[in-house]
């Protein structure tokens, strides 16, 4: 029976995963470098979790596909200023999920846990792919 269910739970998981990679696409189509920095999920009404979690991966995705090409001066510097929102992000995020944690069950739990995965090895990501000269990220 137990098995059953984690089953079940890794099913829908996984399906929202590839849903959420779908749009993710979607959006990555759409983006461009210049509104990296200037992207914030602070505009309009005050996003979610699962919000702030996407716009994070989005982000740095976007920023990733940036640096792993011949990035100019310009966009190395437009990078580095969206990484350091997409962290003031993963930040906010950190403190709304240790909010959250207490008073929910645990699939709410699970749930909060892999948002906060998503932006965090997102955020990984983009620093790897900052090149070595840019002392700014490294330090």
Known sequence: M????????????????????????H??????????????PCEGARPGVAGIS?????RAAEMVMTLRGSPSEIELEMC???????????LR??????EQRARCG??????LELYMIRASAALCRVREAFPE???????
Request: proline share 0%; aromatic share 2%; glycine share 6%.
């Open 80 to 90: 580095a200023l969206g990484y350091q929102r997409c962290t003031e992000d993963v």
């Open 2 to 25: 137990a098995r059953v269910l984690l089953g079940g739970v890794v099913f829908l998981m996984d399906l929202a995963v590839s849903l959420g990679r779908r749009r993710t696409l």
């Open 54 to 58: 996407r716009s994070v991966a989005e």
């Open 133 to 139: 000269s840019t002392e700014r990220i490294n330090h």
């Open 93 to 98: 995020l950190a403190r709304m999920v240790e």
């Open 27 to 40: 959006r990555l189509r759409r983006a461009s470098v210049g509104r990296i920095a200037s992207a914030s």
């Open 106 to 111: 645990i699939l709410r739990r699970l749930l």
